[in-house]
C-alpha cells in the first residue's frame, strides 16, 4: 500500500475504534439505566412516601402512681414519668391529664435539669421536690409549639428528685407551699 493509503487505513480504523467505544459507552449506560428502572435501585419492593425520619422503638406509654401531699387531704392519682423516654415525653401532645391529678417525674439521683414545653399544648404548673420530698421550687409554664425551635426552659431553684405537673393553677388544690412534702407510691 502506499503511505496515503496507510494514512486513510488507519484514519478509518481510528474512526471505527472510536465509534465502537462510543456504542459501548452508550450501551452500558443504557443498560444501567434500564436495571436502576427496573430494580429501582435495590430499594423497597413497595415503595411509600412516610415521614423523613421513622422511629423503630415503641410508643412511650405511662403507668399510673399514688401520691400524696402533706399539706393536702387525701390520696392523688399520677402519670409515672420513671424512665428517661417517659421524661422526655412528659405531657408533650396531651391536651388533658385523663380524668388524673398530674404527672409525677421521678429521677434515680437529684437532678437539675430545666422542664421545657414544646408540644405541650395546655399551660401547666409544676411542683419541685428534693429527695426527702421537700418543695423545692414551683413555676407557671406556657405551652409552647413543636413548631418552635426554642421553647422556654423552666430551671428548677435548686437539685430535685420529683417533680409534679399539673394543670395551670393545679398546685393551689394541693396546698402546695413551704411546708409541703410529697410522698410518691402505691397503687391508684
Do not use: H
Not at 30 to 45: E, S
Not at 112 to 117: D, L, Q, S, Y
Not at 120 to 125: E, I
Request: proline share 9%; with cysteine.
Amino acid at each position: 500500500m502506499t503511505p496515503g493509503l496507510e494514512r486513510l487505513a488507519a484514519a478509518l480504523d481510528t474512526q471505527t475504534g472510536v465509534r465502537r467505544l462510543w456504542w459501548a459507552i452508550t450501551a452500558v449506560l443504557v443498560l444501567a439505566g434500564l436495571t436502576f428502572v427496573v430494580n429501582g435501585a435495590d430499594g423497597p419492593v413497595n415503595p411509600t412516601l412516610g415521614p423523613a425520619t421513622t422511629s423503630t422503638t415503641a410508643p412511650v406509654t405511662f403507668s399510673q402512681v399514688a401520691f400524696r401531699i402533706s399539706t393536702a387531704p387525701g390520696r392523688y392519682c399520677a402519670l409515672l414519668a420513671a424512665t428517661e423516654a417517659q421524661r422526655e415525653r412528659g405531657l408533650m401532645g396531651r391536651s388533658d391529664l385523663g380524668g388524673l391529678d398530674g404527672m409525677v417525674f421521678t429521677f434515680p439521683a437529684d437532678s437539675t435539669i430545666p422542664f421545657v414545653m414544646t408540644d405541650v399544648p395546655v399551660p401547666l404548673s409544676i411542683a419541685w421536690f428534693s429527695a426527702a420530698g421537700r418543695v423545692v421550687g414551683t413555676a407557671d409554664m406556657s405551652p409552647c409549639p413543636a413548631t418552635i425551635t426554642a421553647c422556654p426552659q423552666y430551671p428548677p431553684p435548686g437539685p430535685y428528685r420529683y417533680a409534679l405537673e399539673v394543670l395551670k393553677g393545679g398546685l393551689v388544690r394541693f396546698r402546695v407551699g413551704s411546708r409541703s412534702v410529697l410522698t410518691v407510691g402505691g397503687t391508684c
